[in-house]
């Protein structure tokens, strides 16, 4: 099950035990990455269309959020490669 497809199990009374091992890949990063821009743009009260709708916006979106994310972790005297939920602190 990948981290960006959310799941839930209803198993009653019963106990459940869940291991998750999770892979990022450059794609699940683009994709997130997206994500993070929409989330900012829409708080912003821009209307947009879901990823994966238009690859073409998706790219300019995806280098437009990556360059201010980057910026923004250099200011901070963060690693601009890790986000910061993945970071440990």
């Known amino acids: ?7 839930l199990v209803n198993n009653l009374d019963n106990v ?3 291991i998750s091992m999770t892979s990022c ?3 699940t990063r683009r994709t ?6 929409n989330h900012k ?3 912003m009260g821009l209307k947009l269309r ?3 709708q238009n690859p073409k916006v998706d790219a ?3 280098a437009a959020f990556r360059a201010y994310l980057d910026v923004r972790a250099r200011r901070l005297g963060k690693d601009p490669l ?3 939920w993945a970071m440990t602190y």
């Open 16 to 18: 459940s035990i869940t």
């Open 50 to 52: 879901p990823v994966g």
């Open 60 to 62: 300019v979106k995806h």
């Open 32 to 37: 997130e990455t997206i994500h993070r821009g």
């Open 41 to 43: 743009l829409r708080k």
């Open 25 to 27: 890949t450059e794609e």
């Open 82 to 84: 890790i986000p910061d």
């Open 1 to 7: 099950m990948p981290f960006t497809a959310p799941h």
